[in-house]
């Protein structure tokens, strides 16, 4: 399905700073994070990264987050967006960008 440069500009996609982490009781593969969008207040996400990704590695990184997605309750927990990810054989690879930039930068 393709879609137009007026839908693509719908999407309100930014770079997220993760701000702390926490295992989800029972989920195999899901996670919680803390994430900073440039927002008055941190985002929650649940992500499924478990299996690929620790808490270590991920407070303090940049991320890319869809910010408008409706939120979805999984196991319990409020997700208010998503980190994109690529999809590969070994587990999702996160999407970053090659330099810091200002968290909240939108992505256009």
Known sequence: MEIDIKEFANLDIRIGTVLSVEEIPGAEKLLKLSVDTGDENPRTLVAGIKKTHSAEELVGHQIVVLC???PAVLRGVKSEGMLLAADTESGPVLLVP????????KIR
Request: glycine fraction near 10%; proline fraction near 9%.
């Open 68 to 70: 408008n997605l409706k």
């Open 98 to 105: 090659d330099k810091p930039v200002d968290t909240g930068t």
